[in-house]
């Protein structure tokens, strides 16, 4: 789950004249691990066991580590998936690619000083916050993750957002608190509010109710900036983009801290691109495109049109109101490219 990218990727695009690649690169998201003695803790304890808790979650994060650290390295898309389901195993895949197109491994990772909220009984899901140790690397950063139990018993990571520095505290709050069924956290109401809101303010619009999230940095300012220089550099080529949101979807887990619920978010959405009126006949992706690196394409893409499906997701803190939510931490890549 290496080398992740957030927020809006460059891209280097083309018709009739080369584009240039846009510099508002970020990048947020990186890994997860933990290191140590093997350990075999992708299943749940045995029938007759104590309950899963802490202790339990914690052998389920080392074991991660070590067979998810060394699949990243190795570039194993195979021995990903036997550790990651979407979203998160989409951006592991995006980083292999990535690293492959770039010829330089990724480096291996380790989870330390980790903290969780499980949920009481038999949780199907559970949420871990960690500090990540990447070799031969001084950054130190925080991430977010949710485990989910599947259907044959394995534990198996599916979110993973790195999250920024002023919401440490906030992220390491879980700690010993009890996880609560991610549908039941927020109702239905307040679920299409917030991920209409969240989308809109993503492309530098809003649904209207700007108060919901609070102004961010990263949400506004990098990720909504990043999609608006997009489409100027589209522009400049006689290109343009439009951005829908497919569907939104929320994590199996969420948690009750002082100061709201701490929730993921995952919105599905695509971009089409077309030429401008009267513009040229297509519009191209070149191969630097990251876009192209992220979905395994070696060649340029043209056409009349050309369809790019994404994920995003979002780690948020929702306050008890709703109003003032604010996003501690995203993540995006390309699922699919394909031209008309």
Sequence with gaps: MLGRRSV???????????????????????????????VDAATPAPHGSATFGRDRAALVLTAFDQA??????????????????????????????????????????????PVFAVPPAAPACFL?????????????????SQFALGADGQWKLSHNVQVTQPSLVVARSIDGRPATAGGAALDGTS??????????????????????????PLLDGQFAGGWEVYGQQLA??????????????WSDCAVAVPTGTLTFLTIHATDTLRPAPGGPATVRLEPQSPDLIATGHLKAISGKSIRVTRVETFVLLVPAQTVGTSVLGLNDTALTVTAD
Excluded: K, W
């Design 8 to 38: 809006r990727s460059p891209r280097t695009l083309a018709a009739p004249v080369p584009a240039m690649p846009f510099a508002a690169t970020v990048v947020l998201l990186v890994l997860t691990g933990c290191g140590g003695e093997p």
């Design 128 to 144: 871990a916050t960690a500090t990540l140790r990447l070799t031969g690397s001084e950054l130190a950063p925080t991430d977010v």
């Design 236 to 249: 400049g080529v006689g290109g343009a983009v439009q951005r829908t949101m497919d569907r939104a979807e």
């Design 68 to 113: 998810d650290s060394a699949a990243s390295v190795a570039g194993d898309v195979e021995a990903l998936r036997a550790q990651e389901v979407s979203p998160s195993l989409d951006l592991s895949i995006a980083a292999v690619r990535r690293a492959a197109y770039n010829q330089r491994p990724q480096p291996s990772f380790q989870h330390i000083n």
């Design 191 to 216: 679920q299409r509010a917030l991920a209409a809101e969240v989308f809109a303010r993503s492309i530098g619009s809003t649904t209207g109710n700007r108060s919901l999230i609070v102004s961010s």
